[in-house]
C-alpha cells in the first residue's frame, strides 16, 4: 500500500482536495490518501514550509508528500518533485520545501505531460498537475521520468532566527488551533545556546526565565511545542489574544 | 473498489459525516468515501448545484455521489437517486442537482425501506436514508430497486444567467477560501457571446474589457476559474472584502 | 478490516490529525480510519462525552474509538483503554468517557511502554500515546496488555439533568454546525417525565408546550434531534444567535 499525503492552503468549503482525491484514485485506485490540512494560512509559503518538516517523519519511507500553497500558480514557476529520508515530495518550487532540501537533494523539474492532465488549467495545478504526477510516482515511476534536474531550487532566505553572540532572534512564524505561539527557534538551537547560562526569553512585554514542561503548570507558559520549536501558551485561553499577538513579531533569546 | 463521494452542509465541528461513514462502512466495508465538502452554506442548495457539477467528473465512473442540503428535511420532499455519464448520484429531490438533470435522465424515488435504517429520523436522512442507499447500491443493487420512477424532480429555476442581445445578466453565485468571487456565467456561454466583439464585464464599481490568464497578473482579476465559470478574484487578497461583494450581486457582460 | 475513528479537539489547520494517521498507519497499513470530528471545542471534555455517545452506535463492533479531549496532557492524568458493547475506547481518564462508564466497565491503564512512542512528549500524547496505543489494539492485543486495571475512573458529576417532582433542570450543552441549542436532556427522560401530563419547556425568554416533529415546522422549533437529546432551532437561522443563547442556560421542562 502506498500513502500519498496532502498540504494545501485550499481550505475545506470548496471542493478542491475532494477533486484532487478524485483525480489520484481514477490513476492509481490503491493508494490511501492522508489529509495533512488544507488549512494553511491562505497564501503562506513559510508556514506552509513549517508544517511539512513536521509530519513527514511520522509516515513510512515511501510515502509520497504533496504540499500546495501556490499564490503563483499559473506563473513561470516550476513544479518540482524530490526525494528525502526515503520520502517523496512534490509541489511548487516557491520556497516551501526550504526546511527540507539541502545540496544533496536531487530534484526534478515535473515537465513531462503524460503524467499530467490533458488539459492544464492557470489555476489549479493541484487538480491538473500534481495530483496526476503524485498517482504516477505512486505506480512506481522514478524521478527522473518527470523532467529534468533542477540545481537552483527557490528557498526562502528569512525562514531561521539571527544568531548572535548572547542574543537569538526569532520571531512567531503559525499559531495552532489553541492559540498557542510557535516560533521559528527550533529547541536544539536553543538548548545548545543557553545550556549552562542564565537566559531571558522575550515575546512582546512577556518575559520567560525558565522553559516550562507543559501547558497546564501556569497560566503562562514558554515550551518546547510537539514540533520540537519553541511555543507560547495560555493554559485554557489563547496566547495570541490574550498577549496580542501577530504572527511575524520578534521573539528574542538573551543570555548572559 | 468502489468510490463513495460526499457533499453535505453539516459542518465538519458535528459528528454527522462521520456517522454517515460508520452507516455506510458497517453495510459495505470495501467502499472508499471521499469527502468532497461538509462546507457547503448552510441550506445553501444553490451552492451544493454549482459545486456538484464542478467535481464529480473527476472520479471514475461507477462512483456514487450523496449530496446532502436539505433546509426542508422530514417534510414531503422526495429521496431521489439516479445516474448520468456512468456516475450514480442520491440526495433529497430539491433542485441541488439541477445542473445534472435533464429530459433524458431516469430519476428514481429512494421508498424501498429495505436499504434504510429501521427508525427514520425526521432531521438526519443521511445517517437513516442517503448514507445506507449509498451503501447498498455500492453492493450492485439497481436503481429501479430503491423505488417508482420519478418524472417531475424538482429543479430551480433561476440558477441560470439570462441573455439578452447585447447584455449578460449573472450574478454571483458562491465565494472560494481566497475570497474569489464565482459567478453562474459559464467560459462557454461568455466565449460565445463574446466573440469578436469589444466587451465590457461589470460588477458593482469594478469593470473589465479583457479576461486575465492567472491570478498573480494584476491587483484584482476577472478570469475563468477552475471550475470554467467567470470569476473575480484579488491578489494576495479577498476580492469578496476588498470590493463588499455579496452573494447574489449582479454581474453584467455587455457587448457593442 | 479494523476501523479506528478520531474525535479531538486539535483543529484541521494544524497537523496534528494527520501525524495520528502517519503514526497508525505506520503500525498497522490495513487499517480504515474515520475523522468524526477535530473540531469539539477547545479543551472542552463536556461535548466530547456527549459527541462519542452519539456516534460510536453506528460502526461495526470491534471499532477502535480514539477520542482526545486533553486540557492536562502532560499531566498525571491516567491514559486509559476500555471496551463497551463490542466497541473499544481509548484516551484520557479526564471524564470525557462519563456517558459510557458503568459500574461494569472493565478498564484498563495504559502504561505498557511498548506499545508507545520512544520519546513521549508532555505536549502530544494523540500522537506518542493514543494513536500507537490504538494502531496495535487493531492488531489484536487484548487490553490486559497495555496495562492493570482501572478501578476509579474519573467521571463528570454535573451532566445529568437534576430531576425533581415537577420540573427538570437542564442546560444547553452544546450547539451544532446550524446554530441549534442542544441539551442535556434526553428524550427518554423528557418523554416518561411528561407522559400524559401538560408540560411547558423553557429556555430563556421562550417557552414550548408542545414537542415539534421537524425543523421546517415554525420558525422556532423544540425538538428531539438526531442524537436523542431535547434540542431548540431556528429555521433558516441559528437559534443560538436569534436568541443568545449560551452553553450552560439552563433548561426547564415543568409539568403541572
New interface residues.
Partial sequence: ?K?I?L?T???????????M???I??IN??V?I???????E??DIREGAF?IK??YT???KG?IHVAIVD?????ERRPIVFSKDGHFFIGPDNGIFTLLIDEDTEIYLIENKKFMMRNI????HG?DVFAPVAAHLSLGFHLSAFGEVVTDPVCLTDIFPKIETDVIYGEVVRF???GNAITNIHASTLNTFIKGKKFRITIGKTSFESID????EKEVTC????AGYLEFAY??GSFREEKKVWKGDEVTVRVE
Fill in positions: 500500500m500513502i499525503t498540504l492552503d485550499f481550505g475545506l468549503k470548496d471542493p478542491h482536495a475532494g477533486i482525491k478524485g483525480v484514485l481514477s485506485p490503491d490511501t492522508v489529509d495533512i490540512s488544507h488549512e494553511v491562505a497564501q508544517l513536521e509530519y511520522y509516515f513510512e510515502t499564490p503563483t500558480v499559473g506563473s488549467s492557470t489555476t489549479f487538480r495552532d488551533r489553541f514542561k507543559s501547558y497546564y515550551l518546547t511545542g510537539s493554559y485554557r
